[in-house]
């Protein structure tokens, strides 16, 4: 195996166990206090680079040299609907027996079930790597990943949060860039950058310091304030977390001899695993009383278990899916 398909399938296993990590502390982020939920902000901020990891990986993969094709619209398309079939059954089942006030059908416009939102804006990006693809010279390509880079900073309303915190003040810019899409789709093209670019072992330790930094000031900045616009996907910090997150694991590159036998397995099965890892997590809660457990102990063991029994799902759902078109 290639080792740069390695390091990319190891982004991706971990991108997905960070997944179900993030949604298992959010239990307690939305339901528990005190100490509880010290915990788990301080899980959750070091978490929340799943998201952007995932669309770094399809940018690496698609706005560079991978021509996108029908077919991958369509390995995008089933599982969507598959999932937000579950979804539908799920909801339908919570409003009869009194869990919920309402349910949302409505497909088209919004995802079914909240883990689902994800394909939406992929499918988007999928479409315009289509027409786009990153083509630059080495010298050029490091002056465009900075602007990116300042993109998510200055064009970036979110940082006046963070302006805020710090200093007390707010500022307003003509080039403020608002629509979570936008960043999105920055995120797959800094993950198309990284082709071509070389990092070692101090740059690996550098960006993971960064990485442990960023996260940090994340779950300093939500305790004190006990709000969560500092989780947001498109904020200054998660951007400078994600991405210093996937240069260190990039930095592997060429190092790695043979892939973690468990990384690579949870990387082949990681559709599955996210498709079905939030149904799965919702009946564990529901069988037991997941926010009143010591988050030290209690994020880990109900997201091992939640990850195994996805795990499980999709391993035998292949049996049947042999082409991975929902696992």
């Known amino acids: 195996m290639d080792n740069k398909i390695i390091w990319l399938d190891d982004i991706r296993a971990i991108a997905c166990i960070m997944v179900v990590v993030l949604h298992t502390a959010a239990i307690y982020i939305l339901k528990a206090d005190g100490f509880y939920w010290e915990v788990a902000n301080i899980i959750d901020s070091f978490t929340r680079i799943c998201v952007p990891l995932f669309f770094m990986i399809s940018g690496y993969l698609f706005f560079f040299e991978k021509q996108v094709k029908f077919k991958n619209f369509i390995r995008l398309l089933i599982p969507l609907f598959f999932y937000s079939i579950i979804g539908l059954v799920f909801s339908v089942l919570a409003f009869k027996y009194g869990y919920v006030s309402k349910f949302n059908y409505h497909f088209l416009s919004e995802p079914i079930f909240y883990h689902l939102w994800y394909f939406y804006p992929l499918l988007l990006i999928y479409a315009i790597s289509y027409f786009i693809k990153v083509r630059v010279k080495e010298q050029t390509k490091n002056k ?169 799902y999709s391993f035998l759902l292949r049996k049947v899916d042999k082409n991975g078109y929902v696992v």
């Open 144 to 312: 465009l990943f900075l602007f990116i880079l300042l993109f998510f900073v200055l064009c970036n309303p979110a940082s006046n949060d963070v302006l805020k915190f710090f200093f007390g003040f707010q500022y307003s810019n003509y080039f403020f860039v608002y629509g979570d899409f936008f960043y999105f789709l920055a995120y797959a093209l800094i993950g198309a950058l990284m082709h071509g670019l070389k990092f070692n072992k101090l740059d690996g330790i550098f960006f993971f310091s960064i990485y442990l930094v960023s996260s940090l000031l994340i779950a300093y900045m939500t305790s004190q304030k006990h709000d969560t616009i500092f989780y947001n996907f498109t904020g200054p910090l998660v951007c400078f977390s994600a991405i210093s997150f996937f240069i260190f694991l990039k930095s592997k590159e060429g190092v790695v001899a043979k892939p973690n036998v468990y990384l690579s397995q949870i990387s082949k099965f990681s559709l599955g695993i996210y498709g079905i890892h939030a149904f799965i997590l919702l009946l564990v809660e529901k069988f037991f009383d997941i926010k009143s457990i010591n988050p030290l102990w209690g994020i880990l063991t109900f997201s091992v278990l939640v990850l195994g029994l996805s795990f499980i």
